[in-house]
């Protein structure tokens, strides 16, 4: 199957790696990703410059990099020689984490691998500039009802892209956020190591990354934030590698890196930008040529990695344009104020202070109000909150969208504190303590208040988890390191079993639901309606079907109903498309839909042919 290239691409050149630059396999693995990664960044873009961006081109690039790295393989005879490796001495503490965290992988694997994208956002435009992307066979822009498909950063759909035309479906795409989570937590203890820490604070961090709820229940979607947070986390460790000795290797993989974060998700620039300005820092005060010239070469990296989806961004009608500015500006404060800061920093807190008591839920509601009463802010003013939220602290929630870490917000804060104020802190401790809180600060500053806003901190909970594992080994009593830990454990149990909308066990689990069911998750009422019109267009033979929708409907499950009753070469557009898309052309050309289907939120009606015949969109 052509969807294992990238998989055997990044074994074998780990090997390869571990064998010729590096000693340590963890630090292999790592750079292995990120030269994937990039493979997977350049073949995207240049396939779609010429307009091949399809299955054929895909596997002729895979198969290339992959014979590529075997040759060298087969160059370098030591590559699979058996290397001798100090042997590490677990506890029965450490093998009770490595079990955990073991389990927890597990469980979350086997939601990815069996679960469809079944999202909001993922059926919403995730899933549905991917199959656009692989219809038109290229990254252009074309009209849509959802501005989203265009104008939000792609990054996360190109990794999408790559396994949805390899597999030819959708089977695998889940398993991204998987994979991101597995190397996240190795980059973690990474990190931790490179902080001090020994082998229990390594696992110590990893078993705190590991438990994070939102990154459990985020590990078999497709939200992408854990995707952001291996670039970052990938970004740190390079930096903080690179500090130590001034390699190449470490600097073009923290230039990479931090532009893929970028890439993948506009707010990973605010997480990137404490990265680099530490990166500058650290350039002026050792007064060296050689990493001066190394920071150019990382702020050339970031920028080169976005040029493309600027450059289709800035190339559209102008008021095509004016479209990608306002979304870009729809999660971003309208106001800038200390008091505003505030309030932003009670509920960005808020966020995680739910509890399973109602009266201490409401006792700390009243607490962020009477402070909100006092300063004279609005706890929910519209220029700081999106859509006009309400701020609540509710019980906590296993809804993917709304899961809160409580037990992490804890942790976090006592490490920033910890960090900046104990005597037994390193130096490079307090510098990391100090990029993480600056993130914070910027994140608070500039993000609007959302009510899924947890997922949006998580690359910032795993990043911290490697100073928290730190001084969780440096507590003198062994009792007190196992009761958070098996703490940590317990609570994140029912976020790999029974998070919603994926269920591991128990009634309606993912394995005693048909995959197009699963689609629907999320709203169960709508999957009758879309395999009736699915059914009906099926039968009618129109392969060129118009869409009509809102700018939150769902899009994505038409594409494999369809194909599931035998129309894989059917053609969907939207049209009738109103305000500034409209001026953006068809990839494919001139349009001449056979079938008008109208979307209405949880509604579906479709025109069959002849209705709509002679009507061509260009």
Known sequence: MAIFLPILSFLFLSRLLGKTFFYSRREACLVSAIICSLWVWLVTEMFSLFRTLNFTALVLAWSVFLTGVIILCLNKRRVFQKTAHPCLKFSPFDIGIIICIFLILLGTFLLSIVSPPNTWDALTYHMSRVAHWAQ??????????????????????????NSYLLDRGDAWVSVIQWFAM????????????????????????????????????????????????????????????????????????????????????GIGIIFILPVLIWLVSTSVFLRSRLRWQQALVVMSLVVIVNTGFVLRILTVPSQAFMVARQEGREVLNEKYDPNIFLINVLRNIGTHMGTPSERLNKANMGVINSLS??????????????????????????????????????????????????????????????????MA????????????????????????????????????????QMVIVTGLFLLAIPYVINAYPRHLLGKKNVFQQTREEQYFSMSKERYKNYAQISDRLAFSGCHDIGLVMGSDDWEYPFWPLLKDRGMSNVRLEHIEVRGGLSQLSYPLGVFYPCARVVMNGGTVEVTLPGAVQGKGHS
């Open 182 to 265: 597995a190397l996240s937590l190795m980059v973690v203890t990474l990190i931790a190591k490179q902080l001090g820490a020994s082998m229990r604070g390594q696992l110590l961090a990893a078993a705190v990354a590991a438990t994070i709820p939102m990154g459990i229940v985020e590990a078999s979607s497709l939200q992408g934030d854990l995707m952001v947070a291996f670039f970052l986390c990938a970004a740190v460790y390079a930096l903080l590698r690179w500090r130590a000795d001034a390699s190449w290797i470490w600097a073009n993989s923290l230039g990479v890196t931090s532009g893929l974060a970028i890439l993948t998700k």
């Open 373 to 438: 009463a006092r300063i004279g802010v609005n706890i929910d003013d519209p220029r700081v909150t999106l859509d006009n939220a309400h701020f609540q602290i509710n019980k906590p929630s296993l809804n993917e969208n709304l899961t809160s870490a409580g037990f992490h917000s804890f942790l976090i804060i006592v490490f920033f504190l910890l960090a900046g104020l104990s005597r037994k802190s390193t130096p490079e401790l307090r510098r990391y303590g100090l990029c993480l809180f600056s």
């Open 441 to 480: 600060v910027l994140f608070c500053l500039l993000v609007k208040w959302q009510p899924w806003l947890s997922r949006l901190q998580l690359p910032l909970f795993i990043l911290a988890s490697a100073g928290i594992g730190v001084l969780l080994e440096k507590i003198r009593i062994p009792v007190l």
């Open 136 to 161: 038109n066979g290229t990254l252009a822009a074309y009209p849509t009802h959802i501005p989203r498909q265009l104008f939000y950063n792609p990054g996360f759909e190109y990794f999408i892209l």
